[in-house]
């Protein structure tokens, strides 16, 4: 019996102070900084998939009470090869699941 996917949500603030929910789609460490990529949550996979769903990336950052906040990536070589990272393993995991699914 197949496992029932339960997604991490994160609801993020945008300058605007308009609250957005996003979909976790990796973690990793690059050179001693911590990425997420997320996508725009929807409550229907199906309707994700068929969407031209932009992938979102934003580092971990550390206020100065030692809390950690998700911050965009304001250097554009570092958003693109970081970017390209998630997209490359992200596409490597969907293929994986993928040949599950026809084994």
Do not use: C, Q, W
């Not at 950052?61 to 911050?71: H, K, M, Q, S």
């Amino acid at each position: 019996m197949a496992e029932e996917y339960t997604p991490e949500i994160f609801t993020l603030t945008d300058e605007e102070g308009v609250e957005h929910e996003f979909e976790l789609m990796d973690i990793m460490e690059e050179n001693g900084t911590v990425y997420y990529a997320l996508v725009p949550y929807t409550e229907d996979p199906e309707a994700m998939i068929e969407e031209d769903t932009e992938l979102v990336v934003l580092k971990v950052g550390t206020d100065e009470n030692g809390e950690d906040f998700l911050a965009t990536i304001d250097n554009d070589e570092e958003y693109d090869r970081i970017g390209k990272m998630f997209i490359d393993r992200i596409s490597e995991m969907l293929e994986d699941e993928g040949e599950e699914d026809n084994a």
